[in-house]
């Protein structure tokens, strides 16, 4: 199937697209604030630019876009057009988060990755509750994954 857009067009619409702030991050975050931690945001100086902050916990979040970093779950397709540089973009972003993952591990952070459609698919858990299980996981001050 061929692309409904120019060459173009497509890249005008892809540019748009947002790394932070993102409706799942959102969720993310006014859930956690409600339960009252609070959090710094995208920090520049940690590997990664992790998407939440808790110097308190030492521990960062990043809320990953299924599509963006090739997620196992309904979201993510691989794209019918120009599937050579797909391919190549999403497994340079797949290589980059594990290296990112280790370096902060390496410098004492805890990780842990929230997925998209843990927040607005049919996920596990529940939506209102993983900011509850984000909580839990905080003060564990384990390393164990959600």
């Known amino acids: 199937m061929t692309d409904v857009l120019s060459r173009r067009q ?28 609070r959090y710094g945001l995208h920090a520049r100086h940690l590997p990664g ?8 916990y030492r521990a960062v979040i990043f809320v990953h876009g299924c599509f963006w970093h090739k997620h196992g779950c309904a979201l993510f397709k691989w794209p ?15 290589k980059r988060d594990r290296e990112n993952e280790i370096a902060l591990a390496l410098a004492g952070w805890r990780v842990l990755v929230v997925w998209e459609c843990t927040l607005k698919g049919k996920g596990i ?16 001050s384990s390393s164990r994954r959600i």
């Open 10 to 37: 497509r890249s005008f619409c892809m540019s748009r697209i947002g790394g932070k702030n993102t409706k799942p991050e959102l969720l993310l975050r006014y859930g956690l604030f409600a339960l009252g931690i």
């Open 49 to 56: 630019t992790p998407d939440l902050v808790f110097p308190k």
């Open 80 to 94: 019918k057009t120009n599937v050579y540089f797909w391919r190549q973009k999403i497994k340079k972003n797949v």
């Open 125 to 140: 858990i529940p939506s209102e509750k993983v900011p509850i299980e984000v909580a839990r996981w905080l003060r564990a």
